[in-house]
């Protein structure tokens, strides 16, 4: 992340803008803080990811997932690994696709100052990002944002981004869904996978994606459901129950959609896993009720 990059930055408090006091390496920052220009916050960066995290805000489950990712981090991408192709009924590679087919990466166009912005809301390891490669238009001026509550997830993340060079840099950051930093109406597509069950407001956390989605720009959501259609043995019922041990019954938080979202649709992607899709019509007013 570099200082160019804080312009897109706002303190949600204020809506103030940001400055950054610390260590830069080639016009890349590292460790400091960021400033709000307007209500004097400040923001802590580590090795050049900010943290927006308000730790008082974080109780319950959300506490405990993010307990869980920090300290075991390094089993995530593994067991996604196994547990996707021997209980799901598609590959880990297809089932990501299939989502994001949903984010019509093909039709994606510059817009402001001819770049493309996408951001991942649970970013996590960036087990996403070889599939955004594939997806990407190679000639697409892009910018990808990724943020995630689990410090331990993010560091796994920029390692992934140091070893494949190939891939396009990512502003990683530390944030809470249901308070994201940005200004309404910034990004070009916004996706979320695997978390928003754990939410503590999962109606706020869909109104912040979209408030920062742009008019009419696709929104995906991806996250736990055992498939209502099809009949499942006691070992992958026990499977799942063990996956999403968090949670007695999870389902795709349809009901918790803004009242005005467009095109919504709900589509089970594999044995274990919804992806909801949805669009706010021109003119909407950002926020939530």
Known sequence: MTSVDLELLICSPC?????FEGSCVCGELQDGFLRCTSCGRQVPVKGGVPDFVDDRQIRGLEWLMRLIYDNL?????PVV??????FQSISEQDGRDRYMERLDLA???ASDC???RILEIGIGTGGNLPVLARHLPGHLNV???GLDLSAGMLALCRQRLVQHPEFRPVRLLLADAHELPFPDCCFDRVFHTGGIATYRDPR???AEMARVAKPKTPIVVVDEQLDPTTRHGVLHRLAFRALTFYDRAPAAPVEHLPDNAAGVLLEQISNFYYCLTFRMPQGTAPGYS
């Not at 981090?73 to 991408?77: F, K, N, S, T």
């Not at 690994?81 to 021997?86: G, Q």
Request: proline share 4%.
């Open 114 to 116: 001819n770049i493309a």
């Open 73 to 77: 981090a390094v089993l995530h991408d």
């Open 143 to 145: 910018e990808l944002w």
């Open 81 to 86: 690994h196994v547990v996707t192709p021997l």
């Open 204 to 206: 706020r956390g869909l």
């Open 107 to 109: 039709d994606l166009e």
């Open 15 to 19: 809506g103030g803008g940001f400055s």
